[in-house]
């Protein structure tokens, strides 16, 4: 059980979906960064369920509290614990599942792993995990907006077989995704896309989709070659993130039927430094971040959980029909663009942190 | 700069393209594997340079010497350093790059991050580096497949626009694969790639592609939720490759598109254990193996280093025409067929040994 | 700032003295244990204040909460949050400490470090740091007893110069250290104790001591060289601990004055295993358990906050005179010994863990 | 097996006493600074055998060689490889060890946790292993003395009963600790403390010591609360050195025999930074350097390898007489002196880099 993410800013998550709550440890935010609930609590409403009808019912207001580590509005650098309490447990709709693992989901690989019967609704493979990501992502995201002006934006891009032309990347911001409940900042688009979730809902099904995500002012020189490089992490940590299946920077798997002399970013003159006509690297190169936008796909596959009878078998190895009940997203990807957003800041965070080891700069 | 990966059973990479040589220091492989240095050999001569006309010209034997760790023909539990001297170094072929960095490639950003001048042809940016890992990949395979008769087989299923039919992946051997230098298990398709990279490399382009790996007899619960779950690490693992853009597990970025009712693996009996009747999920549900085959595909980008002249800037923003010199392959995926079987096998040794801590078994 | 410990038991601790609470998040213990709160308050209740007029007045009940990774009184293998909230808090008490450091305590250091004004009370340098620790090493020696049988008893064997006799090592338990509020098993011993520390409180002033632990029953094979030997990990451990100077394995610095042949501790057969006849190496020998006891003591200074006026300088430079309110113990060693306790299982269950890699068992 | 040492400057050693070398990768050294094998190699003769009669008479070179990392003699913040060749191995004078384990040696001990038997000669229990440390160490010492001034110190403060007097332990410096083959600065103490050791070697026997090390110029900050505090890692650090029994900081153990009122160390204005009057903390106060120079004290224990006969049993438990054959120190201080400067260094860099994450300066 690996619950701890970063090397210098340090996140540890914990808790089940049915328990007492969830929450996180932020071990190594700097010192001296404001914060209080509220710039944590912004991104913990677009991740919490019931926000809209494309999302479970399962209603909870997800409230942050800060247990430890900040003083007058201000980052102490000690650790950062916070918590959400859980409240519309129902256990019982678990019922059945505890003896028939469910197709696709975790139940069956954790009884596997830890001998133990996991804990109804999902413990910790259930998506309520990540709030503790994304509250630490948000504290991760704000000091790399004051101290960087690094902004980070995620936004759906297909769901299913419907896809999103792409929007101006360089200039889209939050309030343009969150115009739709799907977060697809084409509203054309977004209306197909409710259409076709409202649709699978319906038919008890479920569907799946594509997060692209895109950091801006990220400065050169991030990313800890030759395991640690930027991509690297960043497609760990997309792959950590419940039903993901998938994970591209800049040309990715398309990249890979193009030739060389297209593919390559030649350099030009920025400013003061240099930069790249196209961004087929995606903003990075040999695992170094070059200064130009990191972009990134991720790819998420159909919610696990559907009510269309399954024939399957039992823990035991007795066939049998599963009818899930609980409430479940019939798609994830639109509550899921926050949860990218928090794992690019985490990542971006530790690197930039781990960076400062080689400026030239003494402690005092 | 982190060269080390794992946590029980760590690998620690060293040295440059055109320094002394390159090695890797394993740390916490268990004591008492039979290993000498033909089980290391083998797989870096499916690695290294020159084996074919379509792979680079630069000539190294690669002959691999171990240094410690190893009495009687068996590890002793202690660290293994193993090395590869350089030999065929010609760094005046890169006197140009010195001044002038190469699109697409890792001149700039090394730049950027260390500040100081890249070392000719690389440094630590040239897939040279990847000898400790394939050294340390062929230690990782012994103990796997010695303890649980795990297999780990790569192979080239696209080469730029090129699709291979998908193989038997149940029964797919090195030895089939091995047939062609470019890799692909389908004659007739090997043959086309090869067409396909020997245009390109007479035009002075190169070409990328994407390798599939499957790793049969992997027991279930190897995956260390939240943040090290088995697909996580392998992306990681994978995108610390050289020229890689992406990564998908089982249905990936397709499986996006699917229904869920379609994608869901409903379970049946395979023996004394619980089996999937599809593997869309790849061979890991919640981040946990679960007995079935793990299979994923990585793709690599063309390689950035060509002979056709490139427009691009020198480091100071001077307009300039690269024509790069030095000994490239015009398209990685041959070569790294080895290293993608390598990461796979340092995710999976290191997942077994962590997992074995939740056995009931007492040390003594 | 880390406040993560351990590789595979991996404990974080959060919370200052004087904010809501503080607590811990253990990742990485074992699925299956039997364990509820009870378990954690025993060892909790023997650290907290106001157990006996020997310690601080600061009344605060110190009830642990168990957030998450327990189901049906069994652990899960998730993550163990676990929680005490702060309630008789004083802030106002450490007006004056803002302005003036204090001799020999954390809040000039913190300052330098964090350039934030520490919290009132000491935040992280706070003795109350340690209930998390506490609560971690309740659990781990839970683990301990269950499948080895390991026992860990800590006593207070000095109280400034007065020293007692040694007890019988290896039959001495809880029930006989806690007859005496001061911790130390002979009585009469224990009664002198008393009367100076009682003394050094009515002169304002306060007193050190030392503590030996004992761990009985641990396994030959735990440590893990170079760097983790066990008894580095045990003094990393001990040293981590406020107020804490000096620790000694075995024979410690007396070892270091006697000849090599009066100090080999020659074997001798004991049952199946080979044991010593002396223990003058305290259990390791070249940094792994031999499976003889486990014996070293820890040195505490004197507490430095005493309401005698001291004469010092203010952050600014300023003559000044201190005269520290708060409540504080005249001396640590009493509360310290359950705190020595569980660091040292917290270092015995992570070894433990990390030589099961080693073992010829497989998973499944 | 931990072979490695640090978080952001983090070494791995490698090699056993008997087998083709020793060294270490040194991951995370800043690029840019001015090094060559001769900055290595000064320690490296300081810690090397048969550098007087006081040592061991197996005669080594111990010349280094740097594999990777440095160009044009800098580093390039990549992986320093280093290694240096064993060439005057005579397995055969332990052949009997094979079979008897030594007294109060590891040679049990590795059996228990290995399983195999141990290398002739010791293995990585081997001081031999200590090389790659002093190694690792020289480079740290180059970068905190050209960014910081750092400048550490250590000598001979007890060999046996005989102690020197302290001497002015603001000012001693190497040259005078060298002036003497017992490396201690007091040429009568030196004296006398070479005729016991010469003495004790005649008898076949072996004596301890304690070494004292200084580190002055240490800024203030240095140090992780709450487990990687300074005294805590270099507690760890320095009970990872073969032999060690003991470790004490400032007042070490005598501080618990003092009043807090004498302990604290009240505070002076010292230029633009605030010093302490006395230094019992030896330089740290929470975990945190003060600026005040760190001081601590290493017990060494008597070798274990001694020639006299020693009534013991072998692996199978019949009783026997062991007479060790092989080369050994009759004491180590001497040559443990550059150990533990290394070791203080390596702790000291470390903290250094960690540090920087924390100052307001921007990447770029």
Same sequence: chains 1, 2, 3, 4.
């Avoid at 001296?32 to 944590?40: P, R």
């Avoid at 019982?92 to 197709?103: E, K, N």
């Amino acid at each position: 059980m690996s619950s701890s993410f970063g090397t210098l800013f340090r996140v540890t998550t914990f808790g089940e979906s049915h328990g007492q709550g969830v929450g996180a440890v932020i071990d190594g935010c700097p010192p001296g960064i404001s914060l209080d609930e509220t710039d944590i609590q912004l991104q913990l409403d677009r991740r919490r369920p019931a926000q809209s009808k494309l999302t479970t019912s399962r209603n909870e207001a997800d409230r942050v509290v800060i247990l430890s580590g900040i003083d007058n509005g201000r980052t102490l650098g000690t650790p950062i614990a916070l918590m959400v309490k859980n409240t519309d447990q129902r256990p019982a709709d678990y019922r059945q599942m505890r003896s028939v693992p469910r197709p696709s989901h975790a139940d069956y690989t954790y009884q596997m792993k830890y001998g133990v019967q996991a804990l109804s609704g999902g413990g910790r493979a259930s998506a309520r995990e990540t709030i503790g990501r994304v509250a630490a992502g948000a504290i991760a995201e704000k000091f790399l907006s004051e101290r960087y002006g690094i902004e980070i934006v995620a936004w759906v891009s297909t769901v299913s077989t419907i896809e999103a032309p792409s929007p101006d990347t360089m200039s889209v911001i939050r309030k343009e995704v969150d115009r739709s409940a799907v977060r697809c900042p084409d509203p054309q688009t977004a209306e197909k896309m409710t259409d076709a979730i409202e649709a699978a809902q319906q038919a008890d099904d479920s569907l799946g989709g594509i997060i692209t995500c895109m950091c801006r002012n990220v400065p050169a020189g991030l990313g800890e070659p030759v395991f640690d490089k930027a991509e690297a992490l960043l497609a760990q940590a997309m792959l950590s993130i419940p039903a993901t299946k998938g994970f591209e920077i800049g040309s990715g798997f398309a990249g890979s039927r193009m030739y060389g002399s297209a593919h390559n970013d030649v350099f030009i003159k920025k400013g003061t430094h240099l930069g790249t006509r196209t961004n087929h690297s995606g903003g990075v190169q040999g695992g170094i971040s070059n200064g130009e936008p990191i972009i990134f796909r991720v790819a998420f596959k159909p919610p696990a959980t559907i009510s269309l009878p399954q024939k399957t078998v039992d823990f035991e190895g007795n066939d049998t029909v599963l009818e899930a009940r609980g409430r479940h997203d019939p798609c994830v990807v639109p509550r899921a663009v926050p949860i990218v957003e928090s794992m690019a800041a985490l990542v971006l965070v530790d690197l930039a942190l781990r960076q400062k080891m080689r400026t030239n700069e003494t402690i005092r």
